[in-house]
């Protein structure tokens, strides 16, 4: 089985639809693929009922978190989309969005940058609005060449000349409240250090005994060493260990399945989730 349990849609900042993201996944010789748009649940009904035959859709989403000063991301599978305490927290960071992506544009005006708001809410649709739309508008102006590569203390990096604060969640708050709807919780990307500061291991073991399920290992943004090393942490606080690609459409390079997830580690996440049952493809009747 090929498993990949990280990917975005138009529902947040991907470039693909739901149901075209699905389409692309099966394509791509993919059993199971995850969608895991930041801070909603929005693409999951279309993708669902899309979905093809032989691919299975796993629900998800991507929560934006804070900890002493350090974003980080939560990924949260298989939970109850309707449980409200989860779904109320979504809605409140979904909300700052368009304030803190129309004060990155502000500040890059101050930088001298011509980007608009509205060129920015062009790019992004009807989706949740976030910093690669931002980043998208100054790959169009030819300010950086890629998406990537505004993301940098020069830019929209953390704690960069045009980065703003936005409302997030506490990670382990998070935690508590992705398992209390009964989901499953995996640490992304969690030592992508080119994106900015890092959590210290110290705080990836305090989540751990707070319920942390995961850590997401196999990431582009992860070097070899870092892989190894990450599989060491996990090993001795029994976290499982996911691979994916994060992909973002043509936002970002990445190919879907470029990393993959082992179907035992797979196999553990359903066992563990309550809240929801991964969506068999059934060839376009599929529905949540």
Same mark, same amino acid.
């Given at each position: 089985?090929?498993?990949?349990?990280?990917?975005?849609?138009?529902?947040?900042?991907?470039?693909?639809?739901?149901?075209?993201?699905?389409?692309? !996944?099966?394509? !791509?010789?993919?059993?199971?693929?995850?969608?895991? @748009?930041?801070?909603?649940?929005? *693409?999951?009904?279309?993708?669902?009922?899309?979905?093809?035959?032989?691919?299975?859709?796993?629900? *998800?989403?991507?929560? #934006?978190?804070?900890?002493? *000063?350090? =974003?980080?991301?939560?990924?949260?599978?298989?939970?109850?989309?309707?449980?409200?305490?989860?779904?109320?927290?979504?809605?409140?960071?979904?909300?700052?969005?368009?304030?803190?992506?129309?004060?990155?544009?502000? %500040?890059?005006?101050?930088?001298?940058?011509?980007?608009?708001?509205?060129?920015?809410?062009?790019?992004?649709?009807?989706? #949740?609005?976030? /910093?690669?739309?931002? !980043?998208?508008?100054?790959?169009?102006?030819?300010?950086?060449?890629?998406?990537?590569?505004?993301?940098?203390?020069?830019?929209?990096?953390?704690?960069?000349?045009?980065?703003?604060? %936005?409302?997030?969640?506490?990670?382990?708050?998070?935690?508590?409240?992705?398992?209390?709807?009964?989901?499953?919780?995996?640490?992304?990307?969690?030592?992508?250090? %080119?994106?900015?500061?890092?959590?210290?291991?110290?705080?990836?073991?305090?989540?751990?005994?707070?319920?942390?399920? *995961?850590?997401?290992?196999?990431?582009?943004?992860?070097?070899?060493?870092?892989?190894? /090393?990450?599989? =060491?942490?996990?090993?001795?606080?029994?976290?499982?260990?996911?691979? #994916? #690609?994060?992909?973002?459409?043509?936002?970002?390079?990445?190919?879907?399945?470029?990393?993959?997830? @082992?179907?035992?580690?797979?196999?553990?996440?359903? /066992?563990?989730?309550? =809240? !929801?049952?991964?969506?068999?493809?059934?060839?376009?009747?599929? /529905?949540?």
């Amino acid at each position: 089985m090929r498993i990949d349990l990280h990917t975005h849609s138009t529902a947040s900042d991907g470039t693909d639809t739901p149901a075209e993201l699905v389409a692309n !996944a099966a394509a !791509a010789g993919l059993d199971v693929v995850a969608l895991t @748009d930041h801070d909603t649940v929005a *693409g999951h009904q279309e993708a669902a009922a899309a979905l093809p035959d032989g691919l299975t859709l796993v629900t *998800g989403a991507e929560l #934006s978190c804070r900890i002493d *000063g350090v =974003g980080l991301h939560l990924l949260a599978y298989l939970f109850d989309p309707d449980e409200p305490e989860l779904a109320r927290m979504r809605e409140l960071v979904r909300d700052d969005r368009v304030p803190r992506a129309q004060e990155m544009v502000r %500040k890059l005006r101050a930088l001298g940058v011509p980007v608009t708001w509205e060129q920015v809410a062009r790019i992004a649709g009807d989706g #949740s609005v976030g /910093r690669p739309h931002v !980043a998208a508008a100054l790959v169009e102006l030819g300010v950086v060449p890629t998406v990537s590569d505004a993301f940098t203390p020069d830019w929209l990096g953390n704690g960069g000349r045009a980065y703003a604060e %936005k409302r997030e969640f506490d990670p382990f708050e998070a935690v508590r409240l992705v398992k209390a709807a009964g989901g499953v919780s995996v640490f992304a990307h969690p030592a992508a250090v %080119k994106r900015g500061d890092v959590v210290p291991e110290a705080t990836v073991a305090d989540l751990a005994a707070a319920g942390l399920d *995961g850590i997401e290992v196999d990431h582009m943004d992860h070097d070899g060493p870092t892989r190894a /090393r990450l599989r =060491g942490l996990a090993r001795e606080l029994g976290l499982l260990t996911t691979g #994916s #690609s994060d992909y973002h459409g043509s936002r970002k390079t990445v190919e879907l399945g470029a990393y993959t997830t @082992d179907p035992e580690i797979y196999g553990e996440i359903i /066992r563990r989730a309550t =809240g !929801a049952f991964p969506v068999p493809g059934a060839g376009g009747a599929a /529905r949540l």
